[in-house]
């Protein structure tokens, strides 16, 4: 519900919906490179002008609005800004109060470390733990669901240690992408696809065959 979202933030990035409004956080899994993002690429190369990933999950999120003709759904992307600079909304914050995936923050280390430094948090699920990205929200501002009930995300980094080895690992080390095996995971992007993210974005057109 969007009020669990507004009840832990500060007013200005309230979303402008009632509390009991229904959202949806999108999550994509490591398969999504090899049966989203490659088919759309080689479906409508010469209409990408931007960001491949992007434009392929506004494709799917349009197809989603398109299953519910009679509904008023308003999509909101990770990227989007607002004229402020700041995000249209945050991620990780969303996908921890939908019980999708656990946002760990400098907060839920007791015996901190870091002293001045800025410490940044990092979503952790329970199945991918790394590998896995926040691209969106869906809201359907018509429907009220007063009586859905909160799930907790999955506490899946849950000692101290594991804690800070995390947020160490995600905020000196994050190239190395070993804050994203924190856990046993079920399923990692597959070497191409790590290759892919790890290119500059204005580089990447070349390994999906664009240029």
């Known amino acids: 519900k969007v009020g669990w979202y507004n009840a832990v933030l500060q007013p200005t990035f309230h979303l402008p ?10 999550l994509s899994t490591p398969s999504m490179f090899d049966k989203a993002l490659k088919p759309f690429v080689n479906k409508e190369r010469l ?8 434009q392929c ?4 999120l349009s197809r989603v609005k398109e299953k519910f003709p009679d509904q008023k759904v308003d999509v909101i992307f990770d990227y989007e800004i607002l004229p402020s600079r700041k995000p249209k909304f945050l991620a990780q914050t969303a996908a921890h109060v939908a019980g999708a995936a656990y946002y760990y923050q400098r907060k839920d280390v007791k015996l901190d470390p870091w002293g001045k430094k800025k410490i940044y948090g990092v979503c952790i699920h329970p199945k991918y733990g790394g590998w896995f990205a926040i691209r969106g929200l ?8 007063p009586f859905l009930e909160q799930s907790a995300p999955v506490d899946c980094v849950s000692t101290e ?4 080895e995390l947020l160490e690992q995600f905020n000196f080390h994050w190239q190395n992408g070993r ?3 924190i856990i046993e995971v079920k399923e990692r992007y597959s070497e191409e696809q790590k290759a892919y ?13 664009l240029t």
């Open 179 to 181: 804050y994203r095996d």
């Open 57 to 60: 999950v506004s494709h799917h």
């Open 197 to 209: 993210f790890a290119t500059p974005p204005a580089e990447r057109f070349r390994l999906l065959g």
């Open 17 to 26: 919906y009632p509390d009991d409004t229904l959202a949806f956080v999108v």
């Open 161 to 164: 240690e594991k804690r800070i």
């Open 47 to 54: 209409k990408i002008i931007r960001d491949p990933v992007d």
């Open 138 to 145: 869906l809201l359907f501002p018509d429907i009220q669901v």
